[in-house]
């Protein structure tokens, strides 16, 4: 059973960094599209950014141009490299494939406030 582990969230400042982990045990994540979610106070999951298994990426929203998604298939690890964050940023967020989802992990709570 392959299961999620998050890890990297914390409390930030507006503009400032933070980078996420995504580490997978089980079946390994190499072959599959994966995909960063996030889950605003109060609003529904969304799909924030997505990698293919060859890497090519795509982002949702107001991250483009601020978040970097990327892979290690060796390690079965994705990241969420994420600069310039906002309030709005603020969530717990979680990492899945972007199709044939699998359970859920417990996410990470990036919390952006001066």
């Known amino acids: 059973q392959v299961q999620l582990v998050e890890s990297g969230g914390g409390l930030v400042q507006p503009g400032g960094s933070l980078t996420l982990s995504c580490a997978a045990s089980g079946r390994i994540i190499s072959g599959y599209t994966m995909g960063w979610y996030r889950q605003a106070p109060g609003k529904q999951r969304e799909l924030v950014a997505s990698?293919?298994?060859?890497?090519?990426?795509n982002y949702y929203g107001s991250v483009k141009g601020r978040f970097t998604i990327s892979r290690d298939n060796a390690k079965n690890t994705v990241y969420l490299q994420m600069n310039s964050l906002q309030p709005e940023d603020t969530g717990v967020y979680y990492c899945n494939r972007a199709f044939q989802r699998v359970s859920w992990g417990q996410g990470t709570q990036v919390t952006v406030s001066s």
């Open positions: 990698i293919t298994s060859g890497g090519s990426t």
